[in-house]
C-alpha cells in the first residue's frame, strides 16, 4: 500500500477514527499486555544474565585448569607405595626401621655435646633435603624404576648413617658410663 491509498483510506474512513473513547476493556487490555511484555523482558534479562554467568565459570573452570595442567610449577610428592603396592611394603619397612632408630638416636643423644647433635641434625637434614628431591622426581617420573632404585637406596643409607650414629651414641655413653664407674672407684 502506497501513501496515497493510506490517505485515500483514511479520509473515507474517518467517522471510524473519529470515536473519542476506545472500546470497553480496552485499557484492561493494554495493561495486561504491558504486564506481559515486562514479564518476557524480565525472564529474557534473567536467562541473559545466567548464559553470562554460566559462560563466565567455563571459563573459570577452564582457566584454572590449564592454569594447574600447565603452569603449576610445583612438582607432586610422591611416595614408593603411591606407585606400586609392594614398594608401600618395602617403604614401610624402612620408615619404621628409621623411625625405630630416631627415638633411639633421640634418647641417647639428649646427654650429648651439642656440636655432635648438631652435625647428626645437619646430615639428617640433608637426606631429607635428597629425599624431597627423589619425591618430585617419583612424581614426574612414576615408573621411571631408576628413581624407585634412588628411593630405596637413600632409605637404605640414611638407616645405615643412623645406625652408625646409634653406634658412636653407644660408643660414647659406654665411655662416658666407664670413666664415671672409675671416677667413683677412685673416689673410693
Known sequence: MTMKTLDDFLKENKEMFMNDEPPAGHFERFEEKLKMMQRRS????????????????????????????????????????????QMQKVEFYYTNQINDLSVGIDTLSAGSQ????????????????????????????????????????????????????LNTLNQINQNNNSKNVNHESTLL
Not at 624404576?145 to 637406596?153: F, K, L, Y
Open 114 to 165: 651439642e656440636s655432635l647433635k648438631k652435625m647428626m641434625a645437619d646430615e639428617l637434614a640433608e637426606m631429607d633435603s635428597i629425599h624431597r628431591d627423589l619425591q618430585k622426581k617419583l612424581g614426574t617420573h612414576p615408573g621411571d624404576e631408576r628413581v624407585v632404585n634412588a628411593m630405596i637406596t637413600y632409605y637404605q643409607t640414611k638407616l645405615g648413617m643412623m645406625k652408625s650414629f
Open 42 to 85: 524480565k525472564i529474557r534479562l534473567i536467562s541473559r544474565i545466567t548464559s553470562i554467568a554460566a559462560i563466565g565459570l567455563i571459563m573459570i573452570a577452564s582457566s584454572i585448569f590449564v592454569y594447574d595442567r600447565y603452569f603449576d610449577n610445583e612438582p607432586i610428592l610422591l611416595n614408593l607405595g603411591d606407585i606400586n603396592p
